[in-house]
């Protein structure tokens, strides 16, 4: 009984941690609404986001954030006003713990991201699978992207 209660608390403190990194983000003005950044990412508008659209677009939000164009994103280029709750999600994608994070590191925590929200394996994210619910806490595939 003790290890179910266990497991359900940290199950609960995922799923509030997630919200709550996007309640920053998205008061910030650091992101757009998951449905809005889809039509962008979706290139050729036939209602799915493929993985290299999805790619085009990692790279190129790296590049919004790099500011000082160095290939590196430091926490403050991140976020405009950094804290530390916003630092959470920093330092989960800053995979090598120097302080920055590189473009492999911004791809490689984008994909994460991917591969959770395709649901059916097939390489596309398609506005349904957005809008499934997830078997574990994670926040939008789409979350970091800057236009």
Request: hydrophobic share 35%.
């Amino acid at each position: 009984m003790r290890m179910r209660n266990s497991h359900l608390l940290k199950k609960v403190v995922q799923a509030v941690s997630g919200l709550i990194v996007i309640l920053v983000f998205v008061s910030m003005g650091c992101v757009h609404k998951p449905q809005n950044v889809f039509q962008k990412v979706d290139d050729n508008s036939d209602g799915v986001v493929g993985i290299r659209e999805y790619n085009s677009a990692v790279t190129e939000s790296f590049m919004k954030y790099d500011s000082n164009n160095d290939g590196y994103i430091t926490e403050s280029e991140f976020v405009k006003h950094p804290d530390k709750k916003t630092s959470v999600l920093f330092n989960k994608m800053d995979s090598n713990k120097d302080g920055k994070i590189d473009l492999q590191e911004f791809k490689k925590a984008a994909s994460r991201r991917f591969k959770i929200y395709d649901r059916n394996d097939d390489g596309f994210l398609d506005k349904t699978e957005l809008d499934a619910p997830k078997s574990e806490s994670t926040v939008s595939p789409f979350l970091i992207f800057r236009f």
